[in-house]
């Protein structure tokens, strides 16, 4: 099966200016899942979807950071206007419909690494 | 708030030798504990996932163990290879599928 597809792969932009990510799930998994990854840290959740709801968007900075997903299958994530430290690698990730039981495996795609200049 | 810690940020090894990464988290209130790897450039891989309820879990060369009560996992990987060379992450499922990861630990096997 295809796998969790993401783009751009990379993007360099300068401070202030905004940028939107694009996130295509597996088909059929209806959990969604933006995380951030800056250099040497593991990943942070930043919102988790489910089907186009939102279930946690408590490390979002809600201030500069937006994401969406209105059909319930892909999703964007937008920062407007950025700022040097949002420099990371933001990865999208998916898996079926959360089930309660804790045996889900999330499926990572390649991330888009972000340089804020 | 959960906090999880590896250690050691970096291990270098001959090939062939056996090696142990270490993860441990400061809540014990866990659905699971997951050993993810990442290659350069790419996204996260499952490796083992191991349930609140389970000692360990074993796939191929690898082996995984958690002890939920002293907060400790650990990553056993066995007759290392050059192939085995990336960074190795552990996350708790501390429920609804929200994954906290540690900083990861970064592994090179020389040949």
């Known amino acids: 099966e295809a796998g969790v597809a993401q783009s751009p792969r990379y993007k360099i932009i300068e401070k202030r200016q905004s940028v939107a990510f694009w996130c295509n799930p597996i088909?059929?998994?209806?959990?969604l899942y933006w995380y951030q990854q800056i250099l040497g840290q593991g990943p942070k959740l930043l919102i988790q979807?489910?089907?186009?709801?939102?279930?946690?968007d408590s490390q979002l900075p809600k201030d500069r950071f937006s994401a969406e997903r209105l059909k319930g299958v892909d999703s964007t994530l937008k920062i407007q206007p950025a700022k040097l430290e949002d420099s990371a690698v933001y990865l999208c990730?998916?898996?079926?419909?959360?089930?309660?039981?804790?045996?889900?495996?999330?499926?990572f795609g390649p991330g888009t690494r972000l340089t804020v200049l | 708030k959960q906090e999880v810690t590896q250690i050691p940020a970096a291990l270098s090894v001959p090939e062939g030798e056996n090696l142990v990464l270490n993860c441990s988290f400061t809540?014990?209130?866990?659905?699971?504990l997951q050993w993810f790897r990442q290659d350069p450039g790419k996204g996260l891989t499952s490796l083992l996932l191991?349930?609140?309820?389970?000692r360990e879990q074993t796939s191929g060369r690898l082996n995984a163990s958690l002890d939920k009560s002293s907060g400790r996992s650990t990553l056993y990987i066995a007759a290392s290879q050059p192939g085995d060379s990336a960074t190795y992450l552990c996350?708790?499922?501390?429920?609804?599928?929200?994954?906290?990861f540690g900083q990861g630990t970064r592994l090179t096997i020389n040949p």
């Open positions: 809540d014990s209130a866990i659905y699971n």
């Open positions: 191991i349930q609140s309820s389970q």
């Open positions: 996350a708790v499922n501390e429920g609804a599928q929200k994954l906290v």
């Open positions: 979807f489910q089907n186009n709801g939102v279930v946690d």
């Open positions: 990730a998916s898996s079926w419909e959360f089930s309660g039981r804790g045996t889900d495996t999330q499926y």
């Open positions: 088909s059929g998994h209806a959990t």
